[in-house]
């Protein structure tokens, strides 16, 4: 079955340093991989999504992530963190068997301090 | 409105009252979600309708009762529930049935005492 495993509950950075969010995924088929952020008292809202060709994927306020295959891993990248950048991040993979669904990981709380 | 709306935002419910969960998404999409999300936990799947039909019950106990009267709409009824209900419910929409990027609402935060 398919998972992702986000390594870290929290990760803090200052403003202006980069920000690196860990994703790495299970899976038996090529996946299609995904980022979500959540903002306070928000739903979660869609960064950037790998589905085939390229690998390095390019979302929404400036950050990226980098589909490694022999590494299973999404990791979700920003060079320079802004206050706003504060929120939860959420990896998922979509199931490619039987019904097919978004699987989402723990979560990552970004800190970002002045 | 636009997106995906959810009403209300916030519920505190004892454990004997009935109440209901709205949302409603102006996509146009076909297919719609709830989730419920606690904390420490992954995001967690109930249900899901394509075109209006029930195509994911993932275990959910009876005391939440889904109803989906067209593609826009979702609604969640609660009744008898337990304290370790309350969670941030959210809804989402997409295109597509199962993993089409999806389109969240805000949720409705659930207190239950």
């Known amino acids: 079955a398919q998972s992702v495993t986000q390594l870290g509950s929290h990760v803090s950075v200052s403003e202006g340093a980069l920000v690196l969010l860990r994703c790495n995924y299970s899976?038996?088929?090529?996946?299609?991989l995904f980022w979500y952020v959540q903002y306070p008292n928000q739903g979660l809202q869609l960064l950037l999504k790998y589905t085939t060709g390229a690998t390095l994927v390019k979302g929404i306020n400036g950050f990226e992530a980098e589909f490694k295959k022999s590494e299973t891993s999404f990791h979700l990248t920003k060079p320079s963190a802004h206050m706003s950048d504060a929120a939860e991040y959420f990896c998922a993979v979509r199931t490619n068997t039987g019904f097919q669904k978004l699987v989402f990981g723990t979560g990552t709380r970004l800190l970002v301090s002045p | 409105e636009t997106g995906v709306t959810q009403t209300p935002r916030h519920l505190v419910m004892g454990m004997t009252n009935k109440k209901s969960l709205k949302c409603e998404q102006h996509l146009g999409h076909n297919a719609m979600y709830w989730y419920k999300q606690s904390a420490k936990k992954p995001l967690e799947l109930m249900f899901v309708?394509?075109?209006?039909?029930?195509?994911e019950n993932n275990s959910v106990p009876s005391r939440f009762s889904p109803e989906c009267p067209n593609s826009s709409h979702l609604f969640l009824h609660l009744h008898t529930l337990q304290p370790e209900d309350s969670a941030l419910y959210l809804c989402?929409?997409?295109?597509?049935?199962?993993?089409?990027?999806?389109?969240f609402g805000p949720g409705t935060r659930l207190t239950v005492l």
């Open positions: 989402a929409s997409s295109q597509g049935q199962g993993g089409d990027t999806q389109y």
């Open positions: 309708y394509n075109f209006k039909e029930q195509t």
């Open positions: 899976s038996s088929v090529p996946p299609y």
